[in-house]
């Protein structure tokens, strides 16, 4: 694959409607050390689990265009669930360069499963779509699925990343929701179908039973940009970390690293520390025409 930038290492653009992406971009981040990203959040038209199906492709169009627009990239990681069950198709076939779009992991649910129960957290929206329905008849025939649709959650994770306060108990309201399901006793893996979910992992494992397994599909993204790049990654042992602390943040510093917003906001400025924990040390702030 011949690069898209000036410096001639490829880059990567990681897109979503606010900070659930990051998840996505610290497994790739694991995964690729030396690749520079760019990550984007539509924040000015956030969230999008709540959004109608006619004008969240017109956005996703509207924005993913102007990005690519102002940063040529090799690889366009939509790192988003909500708007990869809705838009892929359109995406790919109105775009030139190769998609890898974050859809709910039920096929590797399914495969892990012992019971036959498998839950299935993600935005109202995801859990709504046709897309996943799709994906549970095709991977999951034999599973009961309880799903769940949650936004609330996705402002508690935007709102842990700007390093606020939050609220517990509902978290363990949502949980008990799940809970409440005839079957759920028997629920032994947990899909995580929002990006913004993994960011709330340790909160949520407090809530639920021991044996339920929470899985989300960064990893299989990450190693899916990897064979897309081939090799092309920069080996550049300055930006190889393999031992990463336990709290996952990547130390390694590196100037390429960019976050993009569409909505110059105060929300968006606390996001910084969390950023630079992240490896993003610029901002940019992206005009829509
Ligand atoms: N992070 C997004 C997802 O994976 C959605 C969050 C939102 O509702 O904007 O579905």
Redesign the pocket.
């Known amino acids: 694959m011949s690069s898209a930038t000036q410096t001639n290492k490829p880059r990567v653009l990681v897109f979503?409607?606010?900070v659930?992406?990051l998840s996505v971009a610290r497994e790739i981040q694991q995964r690729l050390p030396g690749l520079p990203l760019v990550y984007a959040s539509d924040n000015g038209f956030?969230?999008?689990?709540?959004k109608g199906e006619a004008e969240l492709i017109a956005r996703v169009d509207l924005v993913i265009r102007s990005l690519l627009q102002r940063y040529p990239v090799d690889i366009l990681v939509i790192a988003?669930?909500?708007?990869s069950t809705l838009a892929l198709p359109y995406l790919r076939s109105h775009l030139d360069l190769p998609i890898v779009g974050?859809v709910p992991a039920i096929k590797p649910a399914a495969k892990l499963s012992r019971s036959g129960v498998i839950g299935l957290l993600?935005?109202p929206a995801?859990v709504a779509r046709p897309y996943t329905h799709e994906l549970i008849r095709e991977y999951a025939p034999q599973c009961d699925v309880i799903s769940l649709g949650s936004?609330e959650l996705?402002q508690i994770a935007e709102q842990k990343l700007r390093g606020e306060i939050i609220d517990h108990k509902r978290i363990a309201h949502i949980t008990l929701q799940l809970m409440e399901h005839e079957k759920a006793t028997q629920m032994d893996v947990l899909v995580l179908a929002?990006?913004?979910f993994p960011l709330l992992k340790e909160e949520l494992s407090v809530y639920l039973p021991e044996t339920v397994q929470l899985i989300d599909s960064g990893e299989a993204i990450a190693r899916r940009v990897e064979s897309l790049l081939g090799n092309t990654v920069p080996n550049d042992n300055h930006f190889i970390e393999n031992d990463f602390p336990e709290n996952n943040s990547i130390e390694n510093t590196s100037i390429e690293n960019i976050a993009v917003f569409t909505k110059k906001t105060t929300e968006a400025t606390r996001l910084v520390p969390a950023l630079i924990h992240f490896n993003i040390h610029q901002i940019d702030y992206l005009d829509l025409q």
Do not use: K
């Open positions: 979503d409607s606010g659930g992406g956030f969230p999008y689990g709540t988003c669930n909500t708007a974050v993600a935005t995801t936004s996705v929002c990006t913004h």
